[in-house]
């Protein structure tokens, strides 16, 4: 089971008391170092004062995660599993250390976007990396297009519902449902045991290999 989790435009530039200063060897997927290194000198990124992915992001789904607060076997169980995009990085793990860059993917280098920038690279490495995988989607519709599926074993989605209206911005809730699969540790057989605040599990059905789990709540929290 592999959870792919989304950028953040929205980044913070809190300082930690250890400065972190690193180079792009640090970074998984070493094919993409041509491509990282040709962003970080078009953007005039600094690669000092880094900080992990969990601490670097800032919108929604970041914050509502908390991964800070988390016990660290519920922060190992999250990070062993997990793949995190980044438009400046392509693809990396939840502690990989980032620089400050709000880039979105519809940022541009030499006139062409990052989500074109990088989507035949990432469909390549996505291709092989998730072959034969159970993959766990927390990604919008958008950054979902930038990879490849093909050859996976099943992807699982997830819809929201308030009070009968689907969640136009699900990511708190997105957050909320990885928290309670890892501090659970729950098998993709126990999915229908999710639930946060108001929301449980309304529905799970199966066109294919994609399992589409469905929440309902009255809305009273978020």
């Given at each position: 089971?592999?959870?792919?989790l989304g950028?953040?435009k929205l980044?913070?530039r809190?300082?930690?008391?250890?400065?972190?200063?690193?180079?792009v060897?640090?970074?998984?997927?070493?094919e993409?170092t041509?491509?990282?290194?040709?962003?970080i000198?078009?953007?005039?990124?600094?690669?000092?004062?880094?900080?992990?992915?969990?601490?670097?992001?800032?919108?929604?789904?970041?914050?509502?995660l908390?991964?800070?607060?988390?016990p660290?076997?519920?922060?190992?169980?999250?990070?062993?599993?997990s793949?995190?995009?980044?438009?400046?990085?392509?693809?990396?793990?939840?502690?990989?250390?980032?620089?400050?860059a709000?880039?979105?993917?519809?940022?541009?280098?030499?006139?062409?976007?990052?989500?074109?920038?990088?989507?035949?690279?990432?469909?390549?490495?996505?291709?092989?990396?998730?072959?034969?995988?159970?993959?766990?989607?927390?990604?919008?519709s958008?950054?979902?297009k930038?990879?490849?599926?093909e050859?996976i074993?099943?992807?699982?989605?997830?819809?929201?519902?308030?009070?009968g209206?689907?969640?136009?911005n699900p990511?708190?809730?997105?957050?909320?449902?990885?928290?309670?699969?890892?501090?659970?540790?729950?098998?993709?057989?126990?999915f229908h045991?999710?639930?946060?605040?108001d929301?449980?599990?309304k529905?799970i059905?199966e066109?294919?290999?994609?399992?589409?789990?469905?929440?309902?709540?009255a809305?009273a929290?978020?």
């Amino acid at each position: 089971m592999l959870f792919l989790l989304g950028s953040s435009k929205l980044q913070s530039r809190i300082r930690l008391r250890e400065n972190i200063t690193a180079g792009v060897e640090v970074y998984p997927f070493q094919e993409l170092t041509p491509k990282r290194v040709e962003l970080i000198n078009c953007f005039g990124i600094s690669m000092e004062d880094l900080s992990p992915v969990w601490r670097r992001y800032k919108n929604h789904f970041w914050d509502s995660l908390e991964f800070w607060v988390l016990p660290s076997e519920v922060q190992s169980f999250i990070s062993d599993r997990s793949l995190v995009l980044s438009p400046l990085l392509g693809l990396i793990n939840i502690n990989s250390p980032l620089p400050y860059a709000p880039l979105s993917w519809d940022s541009e280098c030499k006139g062409k976007k990052l989500r074109d920038w990088w989507k035949e690279d990432l469909r390549n490495l996505s291709k092989k990396i998730l072959e034969g995988k159970i993959v766990i989607s927390l990604l919008g519709s958008k950054e979902e297009k930038i990879l490849s599926f093909e050859g996976i074993s099943k992807l699982v989605r997830f819809e929201f519902y308030r009070r009968g209206k689907k969640v136009k911005n699900p990511q708190k809730h997105k957050a909320y449902v990885l928290r309670y699969i890892a501090e659970k540790r729950l098998s993709l057989e126990d999915f229908h045991r999710i639930n946060f605040y108001d929301y449980q599990v309304k529905d799970i059905r199966e066109e294919g290999k994609t399992m589409h789990v469905t929440f309902e709540g009255a809305g009273a929290y978020i």
